[in-house]
Nanobody, 118 residues
Framework: QVQLVESGGGLVQAGGSLRLSCAAS????????MGWYRQAPGKQRELVASITSGGSTSYADSVKGRFTISRDNAKNTVILQMTSLKPEDTAVYYC????????????WGQGTQVTVSS
């Protein structure tokens, strides 16, 4: 059974930091691109950051320079370090695993709430 379990969300004041963690099980973790998405109320889910198995990263323009994604293939975890948080970062953050081996295979975590107060 595949599981992506997020942790680390919470309430923080603007300018603060949070560290989100996603623990994966039931998949060959190193074969997946791992990503963090977020969805704010009334808005579409958007990609925040992603990281390949080899460590190549990509970020949404809105979080560049503030968020850092990293992964540990030995521990099957992916981390999103968030700094200089803004109220507009408030959203439910989801862990995502995706790969293409002939067909597309994708998994989602249950989400963790991040609330940034002004």
């Amino acid at each position: 059974q595949v599981q992506l379990v997020e942790s680390g969300g919470g309430l923080v004041q603007a300018g603060g930091s949070l560290r989100l963690s996603c623990a994966a099980s039931g998949i060959i973790f190193s074969s997946y691109i791992m990503g963090w998405y977020r969805q704010a109320p009334g808005k579409q889910r958007e990609l925040v950051a992603s990281i390949t198995s080899g460590g190549s990263t990509s970020y949404a323009d809105s979080v560049k320079g503030r968020f850092t994604i990293s992964r540990d293939n030995a521990k099957n975890t992916v981390i999103l370090q968030m700094t200089s948080l803004k109220p507009e970062d408030t959203a439910v953050y989801y862990c995502n695993a995706i790969r293409w081996f002939g067909t597309r295979t994708e998994y989602w975590g249950q989400g963790t709430q991040v609330t940034v107060s002004s």
